[in-house]
């Protein structure tokens, strides 16, 4: 019995014909490991707003056409004429689109397009505003973008909770979900552990720190939490940048790095510190409900965490088994903790041997069942 019904989930998982649609970065190579193996097809395409921006900021008549858009539909004919050539070409039957609202504008082009394509948006960082306004606004998106979805992939039980409560509402109940913990692949972590610090406290923080680019908000000027943390006697290592350059002497700055590099560099340090400036938000709800990707990569590195005891529920509840974790009411007691040398010891041990379950193939099986419900 047990044997047939594995065959038969074989068989279902080898009609998915999947293709991906986003940008292309970590969440991509993420979904691909997951997958691999268990679909007939998988390929991948980037979103219509990646493709015009590149980076760059766009100007006042790209915004209101981008805002036009995502009230409405995607108009870009020659993204729309590329987009269905190449589902009809590879006969595709789910996309899997990431992340936030950026794709909203191309799921509802597409699904007018394409009405029997099963659409599964994989939301990871909502919202990403930090104001009132904003958060409404972006909240009225996904509820009218419901409608176009097949199903939903959310990366906690807490973002889960907040779309039934805030977002979808009542039509929360029509839409397939799973709960997805968002990992890198396993090829991303480090097969060494690298030789340990010095004997004393020391941290390392891997968020921006580049405060004059278009794409940094409010909540990455950390500075003030920098300088409780060094003047308590911390060691704080980051990457060098104009604005954190003050030549304080517990400050350790350092080059910008590769993924790889940063990953087999941060298990020296005794945790990776995971904070926003909350302070000068008016919305926390980002930092409330999104996992990170310094804390993902942070989990790969193998490498304890250091996170505020107050708030970051999102990031506590990916955190919930992970064995290496220092939760700190001010900088003074995260000095406490990394002082008793023995207890960090222990903990660097146990975040090493965490890696194993932070990554991206541990979670293709159930990723693949759950996408078989959309094909017949």
Same mark, same amino acid.
């Given at each position: 019995m047990?044997?047939?019904?594995i065959?038969?989930l074989?068989t279902?998982?080898?009609?998915?014909?999947?293709?991906?649609?986003?940008?292309?970065?970590?969440?991509?190579h993420s979904?691909?490991?997951?997958?691999?193996?268990?679909?007939?097809?998988?390929?991948w395409?980037q979103?219509s707003?990646?493709?015009?921006?590149k980076g760059? @900021?766009l100007?006042l &008549?790209?915004?209101?056409?981008r805002y036009f858009?995502?009230?409405?539909?995607?108009r870009d004919k020659?993204?729309?004429?590329s987009?269905?050539?190449?589902?009809?070409?590879?006969?595709?039957?789910i996309v899997?689109?990431y =992340?936030?609202?950026n794709p909203?504008s191309?799921i509802?082009a597409?699904?007018?397009? *394409?009405p029997?394509?099963?659409?599964?948006?994989m939301?990871?960082?909502? $919202?990403l505003a930090?104001?009132n306004i904003?958060?409404? /606004?972006?909240n009225?998106m996904?509820r /009218?973008a %419901?409608?176009w979805l097949d +199903?939903i992939l959310? $990366?906690?039980?807490?973002?889960?909770d907040y779309f039934?409560?805030?977002v979808?509402r009542?039509?929360?109940d029509? &839409?397939p979900?799973?709960?997805? @913990?968002?990992?890198w #692949?396993?090829?991303?972590?480090?097969a060494t552990?690298?030789p340990?610090g +010095?004997?004393? !406290?020391?941290?390392i923080?891997?968020?921006?720190?580049?405060?004059?680019h278009?794409t940094?908000?409010v909540g990455?000027d950390l500075?003030?939490q920098?300088r409780?943390?060094?003047d308590?006697?911390?060691?704080?290592?980051h990457v060098?940048s104009p604005e954190t350059?003050?030549?304080h #002497?517990? *400050?350790?700055p350092?080059?910008p790095l590769?993924?790889?590099?940063?990953i087999a560099k941060m298990?020296?340090y005794d945790?990776?510190?995971?904070s926003?400036?909350?302070d000068?938000?008016?919305?926390p709800d980002?930092?409330?409900l999104?996992? #990170?990707?310094r804390l993902i990569?942070s989990?790969a590195a193998g490498?304890?965490?250091?996170?505020?005891a107050?708030g970051? !529920?999102g990031?506590?509840?990916?955190?919930?088994?992970? @064995?290496?974790?220092f939760q700190?009411?001010t900088a003074?007691?995260?000095?406490?903790q990394?002082?008793n040398r023995?207890?960090v010891?222990?903990?660097?041990?146990?975040? =090493?041997?965490?890696?194993?379950?932070? %990554?991206?193939?541990?979670?293709g099986e159930?990723?693949?069942?759950?996408?078989?419900?959309?094909?017949?």
């Amino acid at each position: 019995m047990k044997f047939t019904a594995i065959i038969t989930l074989m068989t279902e998982l080898k009609k998915i014909k999947l293709t991906l649609l986003g940008e292309d970065i970590d969440h991509r190579h993420s979904l691909i490991a997951m997958l691999k193996g268990h679909c007939h097809s998988l390929g991948w395409v980037q979103d219509s707003h990646s493709m015009k921006q590149k980076g760059l @900021p766009l100007g006042l &008549l790209s915004r209101i056409s981008r805002y036009f858009d995502q009230m409405t539909y995607t108009r870009d004919k020659n993204f729309l004429n590329s987009i269905c050539q190449y589902l009809d070409q590879s006969c595709s039957n789910i996309v899997v689109a990431y =992340w936030g609202t950026n794709p909203l504008s191309d799921i509802v082009a597409i699904k007018r397009l *394409r009405p029997a394509v099963k659409i599964v948006l994989m939301v990871l960082c909502h $919202p990403l505003a930090l104001d009132n306004i904003g958060v409404l /606004r972006q909240n009225l998106m996904m509820r /009218r973008a %419901a409608k176009w979805l097949d +199903g939903i992939l959310y $990366p906690s039980k807490v973002m889960a909770d907040y779309f039934h409560k805030n977002v979808f509402r009542a039509q929360f109940d029509r &839409l397939p979900h799973l709960v997805l @913990p968002p990992c890198w #692949p396993m090829s991303y972590q480090c097969a060494t552990n690298p030789p340990r610090g +010095g004997n004393y !406290a020391n941290i390392i923080y891997v968020g921006r720190t580049d405060l004059s680019h278009h794409t940094v908000h409010v909540g990455d000027d950390l500075r003030p939490q920098m300088r409780a943390i060094l003047d308590a006697g911390i060691e704080l290592h980051h990457v060098r940048s104009p604005e954190t350059s003050d030549e304080h #002497p517990n *400050r350790r700055p350092f080059s910008p790095l590769s993924q790889n590099d940063l990953i087999a560099k941060m298990a020296v340090y005794d945790a990776s510190l995971i904070s926003y400036n909350i302070d000068a938000c008016n919305r926390p709800d980002r930092f409330e409900l999104t996992i #990170p990707d310094r804390l993902i990569t942070s989990v790969a590195a193998g490498v304890p965490i250091a996170v505020p005891a107050k708030g970051y !529920a999102g990031v506590k509840s990916y955190l919930h088994e992970y @064995p290496a974790v220092f939760q700190f009411e001010t900088a003074v007691d995260l000095k406490l903790q990394l002082d008793n040398r023995s207890r960090v010891e222990s903990v660097r041990d146990r975040a =090493w041997n965490a890696r194993k379950n932070y %990554a991206a193939e541990s979670h293709g099986e159930a990723l693949a069942s759950f996408l078989t419900q959309f094909v017949s």
